[in-house]
């Protein structure tokens, strides 16, 4: 046996070349911190980006974001203004437009505090109708778009008994009439579970009672400029619906019959 393979104590041993395996394990086994950090930081960027909200260009309406305290509300494509929609956050209306990948957003409002139900949009008119709080009283506002113009239709109640003997009910959405003239919602009595339907002029001229029967509306919504369908809840739980009709300044109510 030649020297080069014996060892001091003259016994034989072998020492090979380190191999591409043994040289990566070593190389992993050193740079092992540093791998963790890099894989942590790369898991961290491709979740960011998996769950970053995608704005289409005709988004869904009514879309809930991961954060509840944000809500969408689809605007209609336009091809001078595309890709719009209004956005609530913290309590406060945005209207955004997006680019590409990116989107750009400016105040509607600072004040009222919008309330939790979804705003409503009407198309001809460019105006959101949405319940906003102010010094602790809910209110209905109009907000048009094109002038940013914030009005409140229900600042005039008159002799309804809006503020007074009834206030509004924000846990249904308001209607706007397809003329946008006119935008119905409800009041819940201050003394009993009486739910009735009221309507305002969007210019904030007039409130008039639409309801006055003593029973809970549950439900409502427009057949023409002037009439609408309304579903209440009387006192024993049945259900009714009525017409309510606009006519000389008012709104006058017909019991329906069902007939199959």
């Not at 260009?57 to 879309?63: A, F, G, R, T």
């Not at 198309?123 to 506002?141: C, H, M, P, W």
Request: hydrophobic share 40%.
């Amino acid at each position: 046996m030649s020297e080069e393979f014996e060892s001091a104590a003259g016994s034989p041993t072998y020492d090979p070349k380190p191999g591409v395996f043994d040289k990566l394990w070593w190389y992993i086994r050193i740079n092992l911190p540093l791998l963790g950090i890099l894989l942590i930081l790369t898991l961290c960027i491709v979740s960011a980006i998996l769950y970053r909200p995608i704005l289409s260009k005709n988004p869904v309406s009514d879309v809930v974001l991961p954060d509840a305290s944000s809500r969408l509300l689809t605007l209609p494509y336009s091809q001078t203004v595309p890709s719009r929609f209004v956005m609530i956050e913290d309590n406060d209306l945005y209207i955004c437009e997006t680019v590409t990948a990116t989107y750009s957003c400016d105040y509607l409002t600072r004040s009222p505090t919008v309330e939790e139900i979804q705003p409503v949009y009407h198309k001809e008119t460019e105006r959101i109708a949405f319940y906003g709080q102010s010094d602790s009283v809910v209110n209905l506002y109009t907000l048009d778009l094109i002038s940013r113009t914030l009005t409140m239709p229900t600042f005039h109640s008159g002799t309804t008994g809006l503020h007074t003997d009834f206030v509004i009910l924000t846990t249904l959405a308001p209607a706007f009439s397809p003329d946008g003239a006119w935008v119905v919602f409800p009041a819940q009595s201050v003394k009993s579970e009486v739910v009735e339907l009221f309507a305002a002029r969007t210019d904030g001229q007039q409130v008039l009672r639409v309801t006055d029967i003593a029973y809970q509306v549950l439900d409502y919504t427009w057949l023409s400029d002037n009439e609408l369908i309304i579903v209440f809840q009387r006192r024993n739980g049945e259900l009714e619906y009525r017409k309510a009709y606009l006519q000389s300044g008012k709104f006058l109510l017909i019991e329906m019959t069902r007939t199959k």
